[in-house]
């Protein structure tokens, strides 16, 4: 079988995909939680997904709140 010879914009385009495919998986390592989903809420909560239905959300609260402050 007879092979096409690869032209230099052919290894371009070959070194271009690996080094942005590449660049993902380095993303991925460094920043695991970059890409987690917050299903719509903000940072305050947290979200867990379940296997069988919707996820289940919590508001995270926080230890010297404004609770806090009126008991003093």
Do not use: H
């Not at 052919?10 to 995909?17: F, H, W």
């Not at 289940?56 to 230890?63: A, G, P, S």
């Amino acid at each position: 079988m007879n092979r096409p010879c690869l032209r230099r914009g052919d290894i371009r385009g070959i070194i271009i995909v690996a080094a942005v495919l590449a660049a993902i998986v380095v993303g991925e390592l460094l920043f695991p939680r970059l890409g987690q989903q917050s299903f719509g809420f903000g940072p305050e909560w947290q979200c867990v997904r379940m296997e069988k239905g919707d996820p289940i959300c919590v508001k995270l609260v926080e230890k010297d709140g404004p609770a806090n402050e009126r008991r003093k």
